[in-house]
C-alpha cells in the first residue's frame, strides 16, 4: 500500500462548476497536509496547506483534512479554465525536515 | 528575489552513462532536496541537503548520489544510466521547516 493515494483522473470539469480533489494516507503521524499545483512543464508550486484536522479557506480554495479517516480534500470553487493543472496532495511530516511525500497527482482540466 | 533555477532544462543520455544536474537555490535558502518525478510512479523524494551534509534520502539505488557546495548550491548525479532514469528531476529549496519551492526541472531522456 502506497503511503499517499490520489487518484489520477484526468478530471474533466466545465468552467465553473466545483471540483473535489481527495487523498488518502497511511501514517497517522503527518501533521501538515500540503497541496501543490503543477502547471504543464513546471515545477510544482505550494497551494495550501493545513495543520491536523479542520478546514482552511483561501479565496475559491478550501483544504479540509479528516485524520480520522486520513483523508484530505481540496475543493474549487467556480473553478476557471487557469485552474487547469495536475494537483499533487503532499502529507508532510514535521521533524522529517524536508521529505515530501507526495500523491500521483490528479490532473484536472476546466473547460470554457 | 530569483526563483530555483536547475541547470540543463533538457538533457538526452544513453545507457551506462553518468549525468549530473545542478540547482541553485533561492538566496538565503540552505536546504536543497531533490526529486523525481516518472508518469508512472509519480514524484518520488530522492535526498536533502542541509549545509552540505545530507539529512534525509529516499529509496534509489547508489547510482544517485548528490552534494551541496558551500555557496549551497547542489548537484545531483546518477552513474551508469538505465533506460528507467527517463525523467523529470526537481530540486527544491527552502528555509529550515518552511514551504519548499520548485524549479522548473530538468527533463532527463535516456536512450
Known amino acids: ?112 | 528575489k530569483a526563483g530555483v533555477t536547475q541547470t540543463p532544462r533538457y538533457l538526452i543520455k544513453t545507457r551506462g552513462q553518468q549525468v549530473t544536474l545542478s540547482c541553485s537555490p533561492i538566496s538565503g535558502h540552505r536546504s536543497v532536496s531533490w526529486y523525481q518525478q516518472t508518469p508512472g510512479q509519480g514524484l518520488q523524494f530522492l535526498f536533502e541537503y542541509f549545509s552540505e551534509t545530507q539529512r534525509n534520502k529516499g529509496n534509489f539505488p547508489g547510482r544517485f548520489s548528490g552534494r551541496q557546495f558551500s555557496n549551497s548550491r547542489s548537484e545531483m548525479n546518477v552513474s551508469t544510466l538505465e533506460l528507467g532514469d527517463s525523467a523529470l528531476y526537481l530540486c527544491a529549496s527552502s528555509l529550515p521547516q518552511s514551504e519548499q519551492f520548485f524549479g522548473p526541472g530538468t527533463r532527463l531522456t535516456v536512450l
Open chain 1, 1 to 112: 500500500q502506497k503511503e499517499v493515494e490520489q487518484d489520477p483522473g484526468p478530471l474533466s470539469v466545465p468552467e465553473g462548476a466545483i471540483v473535489s480533489l481527495n487523498c488518502t494516507y497511511s501514517n497517522s503521524a503527518f501533521q501538515y497536509f500540503m497541496w501543490y499545483r503543477q502547471y504543464s512543464r513546471k515545477g510544482p508550486e505550494l497551494l495550501m496547506y493545513t495543520y491536523s484536522s479542520g478546514n482552511k479557506e483561501d479565496g475559491r480554495f478550501t483544504a479540509q483534512v479528516d485524520k480520522s479517516s486520513k483523508y484530505i480534500s481540496l475543493f474549487i470553487r467556480d473553478s476557471q479554465p487557469s485552474d487547469s493543472a495536475t494537483y499533487l496532495c503532499a502529507p508532510f511530516l514535521s521533524g522529517g525536515y524536508n521529505k515530501l511525500i507526495f500523491g500521483a497527482g490528479t490532473r484536472l482540466a476546466v473547460h470554457p
